[in-house]
């Protein structure tokens, strides 16, 4: 239920996307802005982002089977990747044709309605990074949280398009050129944001404080202590495990007991996570006989 939400929201994020990249595409080539068309290009890079993070989503929601007992969710971390590469692809682009143009040097046309068509897509942009962002967060979702992080700087973006027209009116066409090479960079740095976010899953990055989860251990009774705590996922699906120790003489059957209360007691308290492998220890009294 939670994946069709997602793949709500962006559906409705990829269809704003498109209406904002081809109003930018389509006037920045009339006037011959190449800020403007830049500007475009990166909000196509959003609806192309979104794409491939509906079909990264479809496959995250499999459920788990014999070759993946851990589940498919990784899928969506992929994808977030390939939304990384789409984006510094569209930034080493956008830099070369702005850097083109110096040699090819040619004074674009600003009117109102470049000024209209910039500000209504903005506000648009806007629209769809609170959404994307304010949902992401609800849903623990990486893609949405990430698709949120570059249709924002499109809004950055956006404001140094309207400046650079500003500037082309008072009579400097060469800080056009200069606004989309900022913007590639800009494209660009918003790829690495998506990288760095992902690679703390890929990598296995702990995700919970490891202290707070052995205090919770140590609520249970007949737990002397804990140790190795090992966090990874996301943050909707962690996967915990921890070595307990207990009485040396405690029977089998009660410490496996103890055992599935601390899983529980882990659960019950910490939100998102889906499993807890607890290693039972015997505890060792020094100076004991």
């Known amino acids: 239920m939670k994946y069709k939400k997602i793949i709500k929201v962006q559906a409705l994020a990829l269809s704003l996307n498109l209406v904002v990249a081809f109003a930018k595409l389509v006037y920045g080539h009339l006037t011959g802005s190449i800020s403007m068309k830049a500007d475009g290009f990166h909000s196509l890079m959003d609806g192309a982002s979104t794409t491939v993070g509906m079909l990264g989503i479809w496959v995250a929601s499999r459920p788990p089977d014999e070759s993946h007992p851990y589940g498919h969710r990784k899928h969506e971390q992929f994808a977030s990747l390939f939304i990384a590469g789409l984006l510094l692809i569209t930034g080493f682009e956008v830099a070369r044709g702005a850097i083109q143009t110096i040699y090819e040097p040619s004074i674009p ?13 903005m506000a648009v942009n806007l629209f769809v990074t609170i959404l994307e962002s304010r949902k992401g967060r609800e849903y623990n979702s990486q893609i949405l949280v990430a698709d949120s992080l570059h249709t924002r700087s499109d809004i950055f973006v956006s404001i140094g398009v309207i400046c650079s027209l500003i500037a082309v009116k008072a009579g400097y066409p060469m800080i056009d050129v200069v606004a989309g090479i ?12 998506v990288v760095r976010e992902v690679s703390f899953t890929l990598l296995d990055t702990s995700v919970l404080d490891t202290d707070m989860l ?30 307990v120790h207990v009485r040396a003489d405690m029977h089998m059957d009660e410490a496996h007991c103890l055992a599935h209360a601390v899983e529980n007691r882990i659960k019950e308290r910490v939100e998102g996570v889906k499993d807890v492998v607890v290693h039972l220890e015997p505890e060792i009294i020094s100076g004991k006989d």
């Open 214 to 243: 052995c205090g919770i251990a140590l609520e249970i009774k007949g737990v002397e202590d804990c140790h190795h705590i090992r966090t990874r996922g996301t943050a909707d699906n962690v996967y915990v495990d921890l070595h």
């Open 182 to 193: 900022v913007i590639a960079l800009v494209i660009a740095k918003a790829g690495l944001d």
């Open 109 to 121: 046309r600003v009117t109102s309605l470049s000024f209209a068509i910039m500000l209504g897509t």
